[in-house]
Every structure is written in structure tokens, then in C-alpha cells.
């Protein structure tokens, strides 16, 4: 069974410009979740989706967006972006969420911000 | 609001060693504990969880991990380490199981298994 896979898996971006990530989960898996995660705050979990809906969201400004598509495939969206966005971004995915499933996490994609 | 204190940033150890790393987390609530694992350049692997019954849980490469409710900590142990146990370990809490589900990460232990 192939994994959740991440693209791209690194990013060089400009402060001010706006980026786009992609995560494809297991397949079957419903639920797909974002983190965040920095040397200094650690990981932060950022939104997850459940069947094309918003299900849960952290504490992160309006820039940081998401959404999944029909076929569970999700993206997150950064606009504005700042130097203090650089991190590896994680997408982990779940047949539907909750404890009870396993989540399962993609290598990530790493975005710098200059 | 839950949060999770991993004591150690960083523990060095020998090959064979006995470690313990540490984790105690706040949660005004009943509690799900899990343990992560990553790899250098990889996403994170569950090591082990604890829902519900036994207060030991145990992985299927020798981690083991007990859960403590009157001192809050879920401390990840192993009586001997190899050389491949190095990497980062995560511990991780959520106090829901319904629709507000998210898991909330200790900033992480590296664990360096020296020869």
C-alpha cells in the first residue's frame, strides 16, 4: 500500500509571495491532517479534513488555509508568506480520524522563506 | 488547554544502554498518550499509544511506555538501545475523541546512540 506522499518536498519562496502544498493519503484514508513543525515551536497542528469539510483547526492566522478534494487529496495554502513560515510542513492521514485509527505521515515538504 | 513537557531536549546513550525518555503532559480531562518516532529526512512513525485498560504499552521493537495518571508522565523506555534507535522521539497528547480531534506534540527528545 503506498504511503501519504508530499509535493513538493522542498520550496524556496519569497517573503510576501503565496504557496501551495499537496498531500495525497493513504488510500481509503478520509481524514488528513496538518502540522507544522519548527525548531522553535516545535509541532503545531495547523487544520484537518474530514470528507471535503473542515473539521478542526489550530491557532494559525486567516494566510494559512487548506482544503481536500473528493478524493481525499488535500492542499494548504500560505499567502503572504513571512521568514517566520519556513518549516517542515506535515500532512498525516487516517481512515477517519480520532484516536482510535492511526494517523500515517508524509516525509513532509520544506518551505524556506527569503 | 492540554500541553506536553518532554524533559530532555537531547539524551546521549551507549550501544546496549538501558534510556528512559521523559514526557508529562497537562489535560483537565481523561487523556490519549502516544509516542512518535522520526527518522532523519522522514515523517513521523507511531512507537506506541495509550487509550484505554493497561497502563503499560508496549512496541513491537522493545519500547515500552506507562502510563502514570497521579504524576502525568508517559515516560518511553527500552533496556537495551542499538545503534538504530537513533532519532527524534515525539510525545504526544489529545484529550478528545469526537470531531475536535488533534494531537498536541512535546517539543521532542533526540535520542544519539553512540558505539
Known amino acids: 500500500k503506498a504511503g501519504v506522499t508530499q509535493t513538493p518536498r522542498y520550496l524556496i519562496k519569497t517573503r510576501g509571495q503565496q504557496v501551495t502544498l499537496s498531500c495525497s493519503p493513504i488510500?481509503?484514508?478520509?481524514?488528513v491532517s496538518w502540522y507544522q513543525q519548527t525548531p522553535g515551536q516545535g509541532l503545531q497542528f495547523l487544520f484537518e479534513?474530514?470528507?471535503?469539510?473542515?473539521?478542526n483547526k489550530g491557532n494559525f492566522p486567516g494566510r494559512f488555509s487548506g482544503r481536500q478534494f473528493s478524493n481525499s487529496r488535500s492542499e494548504m495554502n500560505v499567502s503572504t508568506l513571512e521568514l517566520g513560515d519556513s518549516a517542515l510542513y506535515l500532512c498525516a492521514s487516517s481512515f477517519s480520524g480520532g484516536p482510535f485509527y492511526e494517523q500515517y505521515f508524509g516525509p513532509g515538504t520544506r518551505l524556506t522563506v527569503t | 488547554a492540554q500541553s506536553v513537557t518532554q524533559l530532555d531536549s537531547q539524551v546521549p546513550v551507549f550501544e546496549e544502554a538501558p534510556v528512559e525518555l521523559r514526557c508529562n503532559y497537562s489535560?483537565?480531562?481523561?487523556?490519549?498518550l502516544f509516542w512518535y518516532v522520526q527518522y532523519p529526512n522522514q515523517g513521523l512513525q507511531l512507537l506506541l499509544k495509550y487509550l484505554s485498560g493497561s497502563t503499560l504499552v508496549e512496541s513491537i521493537n522493545g519500547f515500552e511506555a506507562e502510563f502514570n495518571k497521579s504524576q502525568t508522565s508517559f515516560h518511553l523506555r527500552k533496556p537495551s538501545v542499538h545503534i538504530s534507535d537513533t532519532a527524534e522521539y515525539f510525545c504526544a497528547v489529545s484529550d478528545s475523541g469526537g470531531s475536535n480531534y488533534k494531537l498536541t506534540f512535546g517539543k521532542g527528545t533526540l535520542l544519539t546512540v553512540n558505539p
Open positions: 488510500s481509503g484514508h478520509r481524514s
Open positions: 489535560s483537565s480531562v481523561s487523556v490519549y
Open positions: 479534513y474530514f470528507s471535503e469539510t473542515q473539521r
